[in-house]
């Protein structure tokens, strides 16, 4: 079955940087649209962004957009997300997704497959 597991949370100060990765298992990672997601204390989950299965294609929330860059490697079956210039508001578990087609979409819906989450916390 189709396996997704993060890694690459922490704490780190207002200014700061981290890089979250997303290791796939199951099924042909190259073929699948994936996504990242998160969701604060007491919030919904948010969309992050969203990558293609080539990569070509990236989608960004307005508020991350310009700090947040999604990538793929699909000879590793792992996506990232390096994110720069941290704020306290990006403080979440930051969720990865993976969907059954190509394209990638904004709404977490379209997406089968969950990992479990990795924390992150911007201290200000």
């Known amino acids: 079955q189709v396996q997704l597991v993060e890694s690459g949370g922490g704490l780190v100060q207002a200014g700061g940087s981290l890089r979250l990765s997303c290791a796939a298992s199951g099924r042909t990672f190259s073929a699948y649209a994936m996504g990242w997601f998160r969701q604060a204390p007491g919030k919904e989950r948010e969309f992050v962004a969203s990558i293609s299965w080539s990569g070509a294609s990236t989608y960004y929330a307005d508020s991350v957009k310009g700090r947040f860059t999604i990538s793929r490697d699909n000879a590793k079956n792992t996506m990232y997300l390096q994110m720069n210039s941290l704020k306290p508001e990006d403080t979440a578990v930051y969720y990865c997704?993976?969907?059954?087609?190509?394209?990638?979409?904004?709404?977490?819906?379209?997406?089968?497959?969950w990992g479990r989450g990795t924390q992150v916390t911007v201290s200000s």
């Open positions: 997704a993976q969907r059954g087609g190509g394209v990638a979409y904004t709404d977490s819906r379209k997406y089968d497959y």
